[in-house]
């Protein structure tokens, strides 16, 4: 069981919206930065979304990110083939005093 | 360009060790801190470590506690694990990941392409 729950998967047709969910606590996401990463298959992970809603430079804006107390929230817009993929939302957990993850939730873009 | 390239994984016996290395490029290394993140084969991603910029604080998963070690040289620009006393559930692809700023708390931002570890019983 992963301390931050996310859904296992979300599907939705090219050009429409998703949003993926995850849902902590206040030991994580309540008090603490959220990242998001995409995994496309047989790859490594990449960095989508940090401190809760910034992206990266070469991040288009079709991918955001937002938080409201002990969860967050990714978006996508205009999906596309090539957005299939598993995506991982992190934060740090003061009481672990560790980082940790979502258990991923897999996108399917029809 | 920053660069991640671990190394070190391949197979061993239940209750062995293995030291993974990960050799850092196009960054000052010793003003960032590095994660190192593993997958099971068909699972999600766990956090395992992280390392200060300055090597001074650590932080463990409670899975790997007491067993893994991480460390860096940062005239090396490389980063380590040693990992004791491997468990079937070791077994994994090990990511290092650098973080955007030097304290543990920063998020990632770089990934490495991974190094598999397999334990054998």
């Known amino acids: 069981q992963s301390v931050l729950t996310q859904p296992p998967s979300v599907s939705a047709a090219p050009g429409q919206k998703v949003t993926i969910s995850c849902s902590g606590s206040?030991?994580?996401?309540?008090?603490?930065?959220v990242s998001w990463f995409q995994q496309l298959p047989g790859t490594a992970p990449k960095l989508l979304i940090y401190?809760?809603?910034k992206r990266p430079s070469g991040i288009p804006d079709r991918f955001s990110g937002s938080k409201s107390g002990t969860s967050a929230t990714l978006g996508i817009t205009g999906l596309q083939t090539g957005d299939e993929a598993d995506y991982y939302c992190?934060?740090?957990?003061?009481?672990?005093?560790?980082?940790?993850f979502g258990g991923g939730t897999k996108l399917t873009v029809l | 360009e920053v660069q991640l390239v671990e190394s070190g994984g391949g197979l061993v016996q239940r209750g062995g060790s293995l030291r993974l290395s990960c050799a850092a490029s196009?960054?000052?290394?010793?003003?960032?801190?590095m994660t190192w993140v593993r997958q099971a084969p068909g699972k999600g991603l766990e956090w395992v470590s992280v390392?200060?910029?300055?090597?001074?604080?650590?932080y463990y998963a409670d899975s790997v506690k007491g067993r893994f070690t991480i460390s860096r040289d940062n005239s090396k620009n490389t980063m380590y694990l040693q990992m004791n006393s491997l468990r079937a559930e070791d077994t994994a692809v090990y990511y290092c990941?650098?973080?955007?700023?030097?304290?543990?708390?920063?998020?990632?931002?770089?990934w490495g392409q991974g190094t598999l570890v397999t334990v054998s019983s």
């Open positions: 990941a650098k973080g955007r700023g030097v304290v543990v708390l920063a998020p990632i931002d770089y």
């Open positions: 196009g960054f000052t290394f010793s003003t960032y801190a």
């Open positions: 390392i200060s910029g300055s090597g001074a604080g650590t």
């Open positions: 206040s030991s994580n996401i309540g008090n603490y930065y």
């Open positions: 401190d809760n809603d």
């Open positions: 992190e934060a740090w957990d003061t009481s672990l005093s560790a980082g940790v």
